[in-house]
């Protein structure tokens, strides 16, 4: 049979281009007189293979037998017979529509009431199949925002439920549908299709057999599958998908996004045309019946969609502020929206800046294939050349690879965009990937450098400043900050499985095997530092010469290769405890002499004694614990720690240092460590009216042979630990291997907490630790002058530690704080951290004060160790306040600020102010910056300072700013 169809536009874009109404029907009418023909609540099959005129009683798909209640309605005369596809409609006469389900539904006439001659009275019929009134009341949106109140929050419509019609099969109600005349068939009234997962309303739908076309007009409504919802005056579509037109169309998507066309034209099966068109994400507010500019829209001429070039274009696109015109551009395009991949430019990123001058970034994205895609971005700037960024993205069906590269050809320049030496090749790679080799086994990897080293021609100026002198700058050593200069954003990636937090670049290789009971890895690494190693004044003016800040040497940084950790558990218990067993080994390279940090003995540590100094260390361990609980309530572990350790030493000695008769220039080590000990505990609760307290005090016994003590043994990863209320109650609190805590100790701590029903919780823990000898290997051991002193910064040395005091508190209602501390037995505060945090609706606060007093060498003794009494005393080595609040006085208006402050120094690191407008779909922030790290400093001591304006759109990516994070 002949292939007809009924359409409708489902999309901003693309009108649908399947069809609602299929074949040439065949329908059992309810009532037939005098030629006149009425259908109710007809469901509708198409079946393209079919070639025969179907009959009343032909079976169909199983659907649901739709009865109804007969009501007279007028007549219109037909000059033709529609038909439709099977099922068919069973009209009884019945006092509420039923809906029953039936696998062939059969055909039973209803008998008609009376008639004025010459008409026909057929049974109106009430659907319920599928769509529930309550779905479809659901659905329901009206114009513009959808809602009765404009200014009201929206929401997008839920995903349609499945209704079972497949591809081909549709379902319409209409008031009537009526054949007026030959091939035409109308259906007025409360029009209302189910097709292809979507519900389509309109007035009126009129469909030509003859040429194919579909007008739906009056309130077209399309509530598409995903809850996007669209309006139309009217819509106009042909029977073969080719051509199509709708008149003042509105659409809103899932995010509410809202787009408004005067005509949308489908041209051919490749092309659609948008005319005069407005989009914004933005809500449209009605005050006093007018409806009111949103806070910015994008309009244009026309949008055209081409498909077969996958692009769509925009002409005199003009984007707008409360109505305002704030950019004029006459072509614009993108890629469309039905490709999944497409190469194109990016949004460029325009900036200015004292050190580099106008800059602009033009990415452009190439579109390799469905799983690599390439960023070309080079970056002009005014003042410097051209600096090209690459970006390199492929997946893998095992995992993903990242590759980022700068480069480019500069002289040196400072903060305020002087230049300095010669011209020379600079840039950056930053790579990372990571892959599963199957459900055990992974590896990974990352790969970060920077090259930007001093040349020839650089002089640093020094002396008097009546008469500085100069001097050569060394050439090829690395300049610590590109990243800065350049503005590079992400410069320290947190990837692999090693990362830093001090201004170190790690290149690593990873092979990771864990399951459920083991785990093992082998490692590969080595660094580079970013970090200020050393200083000059490139100008004779000294009080206002820019300075060039230098990275160590990379001959100054080791290599580890390789480093290998090895766990196991069985899975029973062994003697009702877990044990797992381990293995470690490490090997560190150096190609010059290491910092003095690493050796405890003075004697090796004059840097004029001792060589470039490789280690490598391997050990193998056991642990084994067990949790019980008595009768009454004590919480009891007992616990066991064994462990071997070897050590070979290479190139200890300098070339030039006299070696002590009977001792070689590689030294091994080797070490027995075990320790038996048992944790105890008992926790109480009480509960008063509406509060609950827990008191429990916690107390740890652990015995280890005293430490035998290596003065040539290094200390590469136990340097530098945290004795606080985390590390209270561990056996060994070394965070590495070459440090181990030995002797016997006793670890005591009260632990408390409180609740109510209210929210309010109170959380505390105060403890300390005792030895019965000092632990030697605790002890750093300086020389000042000809005399040796010890000095122990953890206060785990000694027969008594520091107090450990941490409590913290939440209100409930926004309120939270907390404090860590470490307390001498005099008061005083060694080391500190407290904070507090405030969060509301209109307010946020955060506030953080550090504070440390265990470092022998700072400021305030000019770096030098200071002596009284024959001890080395302690200076502040750090005293910071950070500052974070943003409060909004209406729902649009408020301010923010971040301050960073050096107690120590009395400098401010850095600070922000802003001033800050925000609405549903953007946010505007006027914002001050004021930078005293020495990496940004214009010259020695004088801040730099900024105003900027950040602007973010919703559905657009917001402004970039000039506050790079400097660690």
């Not at 009376?114 to 009206?142: C, F, I, K, N, W």
């Not at 003697?575 to 190609?591: E, H, M, P, Q």
């Not at 001498?824 to 405030?838: K, L, P, Q």
Request: with cysteine; hydrophobic share 35%.
């Amino acid at each position: 049979m002949r292939k007809a169809s009924l359409k409708l536009s489902v999309g901003v874009l693309t009108l649908v281009a399947a069809g609602v109404v299929s074949g040439q029907a065949s329908a059992r009418p309810e009532t037939e007189a005098d030629g006149e023909l009425r259908l109710r609540g007809v469901r509708f099959f198409a079946d393209d293979s079919d070639t025969t005129t179907p009959v009343a009683e032909a079976a169909a798909p199983p659907a649901a037998v739709v009865t109804s209640k007969p009501v007279a309605t007028p007549s219109a005369p037909v000059t033709g017979v529609a038909t439709v596809a099977t099922p068919v409609v069973n009209a009884a006469a019945a006092t509420s529509p039923v809906v029953e389900s039936a696998a062939h539904p059969a055909v039973e006439p209803a008998s008609p009431p009376a008639q004025a001659p010459g008409s026909a009275q057929v049974a109106p019929m009430v659907m319920t199949a599928r769509l529930t009134e309550a779905q479809a009341l659901q659905a329901e949106r009206d114009r513009l925002n959808g809602k009765d109140n404009p200014a009201s929050p929206q929401t997008s419509e839920p995903p349609l439920p499945d209704d079972g019609l497949g591809e081909d099969g549709a379902f319409i109600t209409a008031d009537e549908v009526t054949s007026p005349e030959e091939n035409i068939m109308l259906a007025r009234g409360k029009v209302e299709m189910r097709w292809e997962g979507r519900l389509i309303r309109a007035d009126e739908v009129r469909y030509d057999q003859s040429t194919g076309k579909t007008v739906a007009s009056g309130h077209v409504q399309t509530i598409n599958p995903d809850g996007s919802v669209q309006y139309a005056d009217r819509l106009e579509v042909d029977n073969e998908h080719a051509a199509g037109t709708g008149e003042r169309i509105a659409y809103i998507d899932t995010e509410n996004t809202k787009l408004f066309a005067n005509k949308v034209e489908r041209i051919d099966e490749q092309t659609n045309r948008l005319s005069e068109v407005i989009f914004t994400p933005c809500e449209l507010c009605v005050k006093n019946n007018v409806t009111q500019e949103p806070t910015w829209h994008i309009q244009a001429g026309s949008i055209t969609q081409d498909k077969k070039r996958r692009v769509v274009i925009y002409r005199n696109a003009i984007i707008k502020a409360k109505g305002i015109p704030v950019f004029y551009m006459p072509i614009l395009w993108h890629a469309d929206v039905t490709a999944k991949r497409s190469s194109g430019f990016l949004m460029p990123k325009p900036g200015y800046s004292q050190r580099r001058g106008a800059t602009l970034e033009v990415p452009y994205l190439w579109a390799v294939s469905p799983y690599t895609d390439i960023i070309i971005s080079p970056e002009f700037s005014s003042n410097l050349n051209p600096l090209l960024n690459l970006e390199v993205h492929r997946k893998f069906y095992s995992g993903d690879l990242h590759t980022r590269f700068g480069v480019t050809n500069e002289r040196f320049f400072d903060n305020k965009g002087r230049k300095w030496g010669e011209s020379d090749n600079r840039g950056y790679m930053l790579l990372d990937g990571k892959f599963d080799i199957n459900e055990d086994w992974r590896w990974n990897f990352t790969a970060q450098r920077v090259w930007d080293k001093t040349g020839p021609g650089l002089l640093s100026w020094s002396g008097p400043d009546a008469a500085p002198i100069s001097q050569a700058i060394a050439v090829d050593q690395p300049i610590s900050n590109f990243y800065e200069r350049y503005k590079i954003h992400e410069g320290f990636p947190y990837a692999g499985d090693f990362s830093s937090n001090s201004r170190r670049l790690i290149s690593q290789i990873n092979l990771v095997r864990q399951t459920d009971t083991a785990f093992f890895s082998a490692s590969l690494i080595s660094f580079q530092s970013l970090s200020i190693a050393e200083q000059y004044r490139l100008s004779p003016d000294l009080a206002t010469s820019p300075v060039l800040y230098l990275a160590q040497r990379d001959r100054f940084q080791p290599a580890v290769a390789p480093m290998i950790d090895a766990y196991w558990s069985p899975d029973q218990e062994i003697l009702g405890g877990r044990l797992t067993l381990s293995a470690n080994a490490v090997s560190i390279i150096r190609k010059a002499t290491p910092s003095e940090d690493i050796f405890p003995a003075p004697d090796i540590a004059n840097p004029d004694n001792r060589g470039p100094v490789d280690t490598a260390r391997a050990n193998i361990g056991l642990s084994w614990r067990r949790d019980m609980i008595t009768p009454g309530g004590v919480k009891i572990a007992p616990f066991l720690e064994a462990r071997q350790d070897a050590y070979l030493l290479r190139d200890y000695y300098a070339a030039s240092y006299p070696i002590p008769t009977g001792q070689k220039d590689s030294r091994r080590v080797s070490r027995s460590l075990g320790t038996v000990g048992l944790d105890v505990s008992y926790p109480l609760l009480r509960k008063f009216s509406g509060l609950t307290m827990v008191v429990e005090p916690i107390a740890q016994l652990a015995l280890s042979p005293d430490s035998q003590i290596e003065p040539f043994l290094t200390n590469e990863d136990s340097n530098a630990f945290e004795f606080d209320d985390t590390t209270l109650f561990k056996a060994n609190r070394s965070p590495g291997f070459d440090l181990y805590e030995g002797g016997k100790r006793l670890n005591i701590g009260l632990k408390t907490q409180l609740s109510n029903d209210s929210g309010f919780r109170f959380s505390s823990l105060i403890g300390r630790a005792f030895r019965e000898n000092p632990e030697e290997n605790f002890f750093r051991t300086y020389k000042v002058g000809n005399t040796t002193y010890r000095y122990d910064a953890s206060s785990l040395a000694n027969t008594k530690s520091d107090w450990v005091v941490q409590a913290e508190v939440d209100t409930g209602k926004g309120l939270r704080l907390y404090t860590r501390q470490r307390i001498d037995d005099d008061g005083s505060i060694r080391r500190g951290e407290s904070g507090a945090s405030y969060f509301s609706a209109s307010t946020q606060l955060t506030i953080r004060h550090q504070y440390d007093k265990t470092a022998l060498r700072g400021m305030k003794n000019d770096y030098n160790f200071t002596v009284i009494n024959g001890e080395l005393v302690p200076t502040e080595g750090y005293h910071d306040l950070q500052l974070f609040g943003q409060h909004f006085f209406t729902s649009n208006w408020g301010v923010s600020g971040q301050i960073s402050r050096d107690m120590l120094r009395e400098r401010w690191l850095r600070s922000e102010a802003s001033i800050i407008y925000k609405d549903d779909c953007a946010r505007f922030e006027l914002v001050y910056q004021r930078d005293e790290t020495a990496l940004l400093q214009t010259i020695p001591g004088k801040a730099s300072e900024s105003i900027s304006v950040r602007i973010s759109l919703a559905t657009l990516a917001p402004s970039d700013d000039d506050f790079v994070n400097v660690r």
